[in-house]
């Protein structure tokens, strides 16, 4: 199952809502608000039966099937406080427990998530990951306020400045591994009180920060899960957020580096025309199959004669569009820090969460998690350490000090995981604009790496062991032309749940995942076309004759070397 998480959609705060009214005689789920379980408080247990659910602040879910809907507050600690919901099929239940994660900072609950998992049977779980209470939503825990910026108030930023988590060190471990983890226990022992007996198998699916729930709930609670789906993760989440501070900051050296949005297509145009076809895929495409295989320079694209923008890029705005395919790079060992984004992922669309939001807000997106080390002085343009002037040489130890040993999923140890039988299936859009593709690449690199017992090399065989041992418990498809979990020039919707199932409960190990792009990527208007995504570092290559748009008309094939990005090791992997 692969849906698009809702981030930065809406307020971004819970609220009341209204639910049609249920009969007053207890029913097995009203039942449920008796349960005791350990340091929880069920706060309502309702039969939803009319078939549509409306989520606060969004339109209704329709086409639901009955079910018992359980809201609870979890507090393991005294200052906790993490919402979770539970929703059980009253009918058709398939003996399945589904943990689904969450976006950005979370803060609210995925009622999306929670739907779709009902709709296949599952009885689902979801959580705010314990920061709503301190008025997060997943774009902003910390900012200096909106300061009337439209675009940054339509995405959640509060008008007055906050500071997040600052000064609450149990909520912070919530948000990087405990709300989830509680939510799964908590959610599991909810199933065992309403069916006649508990799940049979237990899964997790999740993106961005649901892909980084879903690396911690491998590494840190191995026996949870049998299979998890983990999309563009954001494991390494420290210095994932370091880059998106490292975007603005350069963004805004001055007012003649800012890339207005009109030039991103002109950009990826020029990206596409260079690079489309070398990489298999077809030569008709919209996105590039393996954008490592591009060398595009945006100086090709400088102001001639008289071109002006945004036919063209002026000198500091080619300087901008380098520093976004580098990465973030310390500036005095010239280590990277970050990986830059792939070429073909320039976009003029700010829901794709990539440059040209960031440039337009009054600060670094998801700047939050610094105010959780420095407070509100991180957004006061006077003080020693700010979202203007932090220092990718002398603050990353700072932050990284108080954040990365609870937020970072980057153990490539799932030995325990592995030997429970648990399964991993990961993926990534290669046109994400947010979290750079090679990131997963350079994780699912570390655990073949770690396998062999031995340095890796750049480049490594379809016939090499520890591949092979590494892919009997964990697998990795590209997408190429997807945004950041979803959304894109190329095919974006696909089930990575099924594939998982099938190869936790039958054995059979996914090689292929059939991708589809709807027209305007809505299912109601047709298929455009489809494509498969191949098991890396396999990519999918045109048989060269039939139509492009037909995905049997593509085969999986070993790719050549390819360089691929690394952070420097005490950034890593």
Same mark, same amino acid.
């Given at each position: 199952?692969?849906?698009?998480?809702?981030?930065?959609?809406?307020?971004?705060?819970? &609220?009341?809502?209204?639910?049609?009214?249920?009969?007053?005689?207890?029913?097995?789920?009203?039942?449920?608000?008796?349960?005791?379980?350990?340091?929880?408080?069920?706060?309502?247990?309702?039969?939803?039966?009319?078939?549509?659910?409306?989520?606060?602040? &969004?339109?209704?879910?329709?086409?639901?099937?009955?079910? =018992?809907?359980?809201?609870?507050?979890?507090?393991?600690?005294?200052?906790?406080?993490?919402?979770?919901?539970?929703?059980?099929?009253?009918?058709?239940?398939?003996?399945?427990?589904?943990?689904?994660?969450?976006?950005?900072?979370?803060?609210?609950?995925?009622?999306?998530? $929670?739907?779709?998992?009902?709709?296949?049977?599952?009885?689902?779980?979801?959580?705010?990951?314990?920061?709503?209470?301190?008025? =997060?939503?997943?774009?902003?825990?910390?900012?200096?306020?909106?300061?009337?910026?439209?675009?940054?108030?339509?995405?959640?930023?509060?008008?007055?400045?906050?500071?997040?988590?600052?000064?609450?060190?149990?909520?912070?471990?919530?948000?990087?591994?405990?709300?989830?983890?509680?939510?799964?226990?908590?959610?599991?022992?909810?199933?065992?009180?309403?069916?006649?007996?508990?799940?049979?198998?237990?899964?997790?699916?999740?993106?961005?920060?649901?892909?980084?729930?879903?690396?911690?709930?491998?590494?840190?609670?191995?026996?949870?899960?049998?299979?998890?789906?983990?999309?563009?993760?954001?494991?390494?989440?420290?210095?994932?957020?370091?880059?998106?501070?490292? $975007?603005?900051?350069?963004?805004?050296?001055?007012?003649?580096?800012?890339? !207005?949005?009109?030039?991103?297509?002109?950009?990826?145009?020029?990206?596409?025309?260079?690079?489309?076809?070398?990489?298999?895929?077809?030569?008709?495409?919209?996105?590039?199959?393996?954008?490592?295989?591009?060398?595009?320079?945006?100086?090709?694209?400088?102001?001639?004669?008289?071109?002006?923008?945004?036919?063209?890029?002026?000198?500091?705005?080619?300087?901008?569009?380098?520093?976004?395919?580098?990465?973030?790079?310390?500036?005095?060992?010239?280590?990277?820090?970050?990986?830059?984004?792939?070429?073909?992922?320039?976009?003029?669309?700010?829901?794709?969460?990539? !440059?040209? !939001?960031?440039?337009?807000?009054?600060?670094?997106?998801?700047?939050?998690?610094?105010?959780?080390?420095?407070?509100?002085?991180?957004?006061?343009? #006077?003080?020693?350490?700010?979202?203007?002037?932090?220092?990718?040489?002398?603050?990353?130890?700072?932050?990284?000090?108080? !954040?990365?040993?609870?937020?970072?999923?980057?153990?490539?140890?799932?030995?325990?995981?592995?030997?429970?039988?648990?399964?991993?299936?990961?993926?990534?859009?290669?046109?994400?604009? $947010?979290?750079?593709?090679?990131?997963?690449?350079?994780?699912?690199?570390?655990?073949?790496?770690?396998?062999?017992?031995?340095?890796?090399?750049?480049?490594?065989?379809?016939?090499?062991?520890?591949?092979?041992?590494?892919?009997?418990?964990?697998?990795?498809?590209?997408?190429?032309?997807?945004?950041?979990?979803?959304?894109?020039?190329?095919?974006?919707?696909?089930?990575? $749940?099924?594939?998982?199932?099938?190869?936790?409960?039958?054995?059979?190990?996914?090689?292929?995942?059939?991708? #589809?792009?709807?027209?305007?990527?809505?299912?109601?208007?047709?298929?455009?076309?489809?494509?498969?995504?191949?098991?890396?570092?396999?990519?999918?290559?045109?048989?060269?004759?039939?139509?492009?748009?037909? &995905? &049997?008309?593509?085969? =999986?094939?070993?790719?050549?070397?390819?360089?691929?990005?690394?952070?420097?090791?005490?950034?890593?992997?």
């Amino acid at each position: 199952m692969h849906r698009a998480y809702l981030v930065g959609a809406g307020s971004g705060l819970l &609220a009341l809502f209204a639910l049609a009214s249920t009969p007053a005689a207890a029913s097995p789920c009203t039942n449920l608000q008796t349960l005791n379980l350990v340091h929880t408080t069920i706060t309502s247990a309702t039969d939803v039966t009319g078939g549509t659910f409306t989520p606060p602040g &969004a339109a209704p879910i329709t086409g639901l099937p009955p079910f =018992c809907r359980v809201t609870a507050t979890l507090t393991p600690t005294a200052d906790s406080n993490i919402k979770i919901e539970v929703w059980l099929p009253e009918n058709n239940w398939n003996g399945r427990f589904l943990g689904t994660g969450g976006g950005g900072f979370q803060g609210v609950i995925t009622y999306s998530e $929670l739907a779709i998992g009902i709709q296949t049977g599952y009885a689902t779980a979801n959580t705010d990951l314990g920061t709503g209470s301190a008025g =997060c939503n997943p774009l902003f825990c910390g900012s200096d306020g909106n300061q009337g910026n439209q675009l940054a108030a339509a995405f959640g930023d509060p008008a007055n400045p906050s500071t997040g988590l600052f000064g609450h060190p149990e909520r912070i471990k919530d948000f990087g591994y405990r709300a989830i983890h509680l939510m799964t226990v908590r959610g599991k022992e909810v199933v065992k009180a309403f069916y006649p007996q508990g799940a049979n198998r237990a899964y997790f699916a999740g993106c961005s920060t649901g892909g980084q729930n879903a690396l911690m709930e491998a590494q840190r609670f191995p026996r949870d899960y049998d299979g998890i789906v983990a999309g563009a993760a954001a494991f390494n989440r420290t210095h994932l957020h370091m880059g998106a501070l490292s $975007l603005w900051q350069d963004a805004h050296a001055s007012a003649t580096r800012f890339i !207005l949005p009109a030039q991103m297509p002109v950009i990826n145009k020029a990206v596409i025309a260079q690079c489309v076809g070398q990489d298999g895929g077809a030569k008709t495409d919209q996105f590039l199959t393996d954008p490592r295989d591009c060398r595009f320079d945006p100086k090709v694209l400088q102001c001639k004669g008289g071109e002006v923008p945004p036919a063209c890029l002026t000198p500091d705005q080619v300087t901008t569009m380098r520093n976004y395919y580098v990465g973030t790079v310390d500036p005095v060992t010239k280590e990277i820090v970050v990986p830059g984004v792939a070429p073909g992922a320039e976009s003029d669309n700010v829901l794709a969460l990539g !440059l040209v !939001l960031s440039e337009q807000l009054p600060e670094p997106a998801f700047d939050g998690l610094f105010y959780w080390v420095y407070g509100a002085s991180f957004g006061i343009p #006077t003080s020693p350490t700010n979202f203007a002037n932090f220092d990718f040489h002398h603050d990353i130890k700072t932050v990284d000090t108080q !954040l990365e040993g609870v937020l970072n999923a980057t153990s490539t140890d799932l030995s325990e995981f592995r030997e429970h039988g648990g399964k991993l299936l990961m993926y990534h859009g290669w046109a994400d604009p $947010l979290l750079p593709s090679q990131e997963s690449i350079n994780y699912f690199n570390a655990l073949v790496r770690d396998g062999r017992g031995f340095a890796q090399p750049a480049r490594f065989g379809l016939d090499d062991p520890a591949l092979r041992e590494t892919q009997s418990y964990a697998r990795l498809f590209m997408a190429p032309g997807m945004y950041h979990c979803s959304g894109g020039p190329g095919p974006n919707t696909f089930d990575a $749940l099924t594939p998982l199932v099938n190869w936790v409960e039958k054995g059979v190990a996914p090689e292929t995942i059939l991708a #589809t792009k709807f027209v305007n990527d809505t299912p109601a208007q047709g298929v455009q076309m489809t494509r498969p995504l191949c098991l890396f570092p396999k990519v999918a290559k045109y048989n060269g004759s039939g139509s492009t748009s037909v &995905a &049997a008309n593509f085969t =999986c094939v070993a790719d050549e070397h390819d360089f691929n990005e690394m952070p420097a090791p005490q950034y890593g992997p």
